[in-house]
């Protein structure tokens, strides 16, 4: 078996982060961090969630209101500028980056205007959760964003970690927003981070590899992304599903077990999926256990993740 802790069993010490996956240190007396990006554009991050906002002649354009930043975005757009919020994106509907949106606009003396996919309002409609209200524009395919001397392109490529979910491009400033599809130098979050189609995530992540931008604000971890890290996950992809393909291949379906549980289909299935997703881990441990920090934490969910979506997509 594995040396790295299977899912529910308690690890001593996880491995350590890698320099590379370090951002750069946070002010403890500020909490947070902002990062211009390029003309009027900026990340603010307190290193585990990223917001972007984007001045322009009239105001401020928000992209994503994270709960664990709702302190820090009027703070960091106060540290650029005095121009009311204009306008608030959402790069998709879960309220882990999007909750504090209520909260905001409560503070604001004249609302903004919210943009989101269409999906995404139906997704909040059916919520009806009054931390994330319903955007006022929506879009199916394309929506271009040209306010006060600035531009964003907003486009939606399908579901690749929810419905909903969009490209946020700024074309001058060469940044591309997409949230929770790639995790610069971190391992994706558990189960290729709830993608609800695992196909779609990865044609998502060659979509992004195939784009031209400098800098990448990907909603999570300590610092903006580049296509080094873009490159860098998809080759991690492309090894996880060879590994798992090869996995539910080579072993066989209920060797080893007692006779006695041979009668038993889900035994029978679960043993044989234990030791795929075990020769899975084995694989890639050698390679990506010191290249993406928190390798440890969830290889062993994104193994179960493949070889379920090798099965039955
Ligand atoms: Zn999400």
Not at 14 to 29: F, L, N, V
Not at 62 to 87: F, M
Request: proline share 7%; charged share 25%.
């Amino acid at each position: 078996m594995p040396e790295i802790a299977t899912i529910g069993a308690r690890t001593g010490k996880y491995m350590d982060i890698p320099e590379s996956s370090k951002g750069p240190a946070i002010d403890p007396a500020k909490g947070y961090r902002i990062q211009e990006l390029g003309r009027g554009l900026y990340m603010v991050t307190e290193n585990v969630y990223q917001a972007m906002f984007m001045v322009h002649d009239k105001g401020v354009v928000l992209a994503d209101v994270p709960p664990p930043l709702a302190a820090y975005i009027p703070k960091a757009i106060r540290e650029v500028t005095g121009k009311p919020v204009t306008h608030i994106i959402y790069s998709h509907a879960h309220a882990d980056h999007i909750g504090a949106a209520g909260d905001l606009l409560a503070t604001l003396p004249k609302k903004p205007v919210i943009i989101a996919h269409e999906e995404t309002r139906a997704i909040l409609a059916r919520a009806a959760d009054p931390r994330r209200p319903l955007p006022g524009v929506t879009f199916r395919d394309k929506y271009t964003l040209k306010v006060g001397g600035q531009r964003l392109e907003l486009s939606y490529h399908g579901n690749g970690h929810e419905p909903g979910n969009i490209f946020i491009r700024a074309p001058e400033q060469r940044t591309l927003m997409v949230v929770d599809v790639i995790f610069p130098g971190w391992m994706p979050w558990r189960r290729l981070a709830l993608a609800q189609d695992i196909p779609g995530y990865f044609a998502q992540v060659e979509k992004i590899k195939s784009m031209d931008f400098d800098w990448l604000v990907s909603g999570h971890v300590a610092r903006a992304g580049t296509k080094a890290d873009v490159v860098a996950q998809h080759e991690f992809l492309q090894d996880l599903k060879a590994a798992a393909g090869k996995a539910l291949q080579t072993t066989a379906l209920g060797e080893g077990m007692d006779g006695r549980d041979k009668s038993n289909p889900w035994a029978v299935f679960d043993n044989y999926i234990d030791r795929v997703a075990a020769q899975c881990v084995n694989t890639l441990t050698p390679k990506w256990a010191s290249r993406l920090a928190a390798f440890d934490v969830y290889i062993w969910d994104q193994c179960f993740t493949m070889e379920q979506s090798l099965r039955l997509d």
